[in-house]
């Protein structure tokens, strides 16, 4: 899942004469902090699940690979973006140790607000649906120990298709225009009843965009770099339906940015990120999970805030 939910187009411009270098902003969206607590497993077994997401962010800092920002009037993001995921955990059996199960996500931007300070003639952005998440995972059941669960975890195979809205004419866009894929191992370990620590470790591969944005002038391609991105929590809890706890996100482009099958240099993304957060568990079917993220150390895009509300339900 893309954290942010928006694909970062390439910024590039003039400013009162003055040309600006071109700066990267190539990675699509990923999962940044979406995931925190208790994520190695889901929280009530087998069946169908619904997830629904909200999410804040707000940038008025857009930086450079040395992490300065972009010399431009203002450069004020803010977008929100509701996401949907739909899960299935089967009693499909992987050597009597783990179950199948398959992940759907769709993100849809419902409000886009960039100010360049000069009437968006330097960075121009849209709204709208996000590019389709679908993820086969097998989940591996929990290793118990004499107080309760110990340790659970489980492998997704992730895949981002080119569904969003895309333009060639927007330096941000919900969508991507290229197939991604994105792999991840999650994993919960139990300290005590009380006190856990989960991670979510991704790798993405990107695949060529075959239209890309006019910054790319003349290419006919441009392929963005791999990279490794993470969630990690821990939590307490209150009581037995109240946690408190740490989260964060932590993401490295370690690949250069190809256009025309040329590696480009400067380019490389990188960011991370932690915060407070909070879970309120109404029932073993029904979750709510708060968190805020500050973040720290950008290079090649936004560094803002992100705050997030995440409700998750089983039937």
Do not use: C
Not at 24 to 35: I, S
Not at 247 to 271: F, M, S
Not at 281 to 300: C, G, I, M, P, R
Request: no cysteine; hydrophobic share 40%; proline share 5%.
């Amino acid at each position: 899942m893309k954290s942010t939910l928006i694909k970062h187009g390439f910024l590039a411009g003039t400013l009162l004469g003055v040309p600006l270098a071109a700066h990267a902003y190539d990675l699509p969206t990923v999962n940044l902090g979406m995931t925190s607590f208790l994520d190695g497993g889901l929280p009530a077994g087998p069946g169908w699940y619904a997830q629904t997401y909200f999410q804040n962010y707000d940038s008025n800092k857009l930086v450079d690979a040395n992490g300065q920002k972009l010399g431009l009037p203002k450069t004020d993001l803010n977008y929100q973006v509701l996401v949907e995921q739909i899960s299935y955990l089967s009693n499909i059996r992987v050597k009597d140790k783990a179950s199948l199960g398959i992940n759907f996500l769709i993100p849809f931007v419902s409000k886009m607000d960039m100010d360049d300070g000069l009437n968006n003639a330097a960075i121009k952005a849209q709204s709208g649906f996000g590019d389709i998440m679908i993820g086969p995972f097998i989940q591996f059941d929990p290793v118990m120990g004499a107080q309760g669960p110990k340790f659970v975890h489980r492998f997704e195979f992730q895949v981002n298709l080119p569904t969003g809205e895309y333009d060639q004419q927007k330096d941000i866009n919900p969508g991507n225009n290229a197939v991604s894929f994105d792999p991840y191992w999650a994993a919960t370990y139990w300290f005590n009843p009380k006190w856990t620590a989960s991670t979510r470790i991704h790798y993405l591969y990107n695949f060529k965009n075959d239209d890309p944005s006019y910054a790319f002038a003349g290419a006919n391609d441009m392929q963005a770099g791999q990279a490794i991105h993470a969630n990690f929590a821990t939590d307490y809890a209150i009581t037995e339906q109240f946690r408190l706890g740490l989260n964060g996100y932590w993401l490295k482009q370690v690949t250069d940015t190809e256009v025309d099958g040329e590696k480009v240099k400067g380019r490389r993304e990188q960011v991370w990120a932690i915060g407070p957060g909070a879970m309120y568990s109404f029932s073993k079917n029904d979750h709510l999970v708060a968190n805020a993220y500050f973040e720290q150390d950008a290079a090649n895009r936004p560094e803002g805030t992100r705050l997030q509300v995440r409700y998750v339900h089983h039937f």
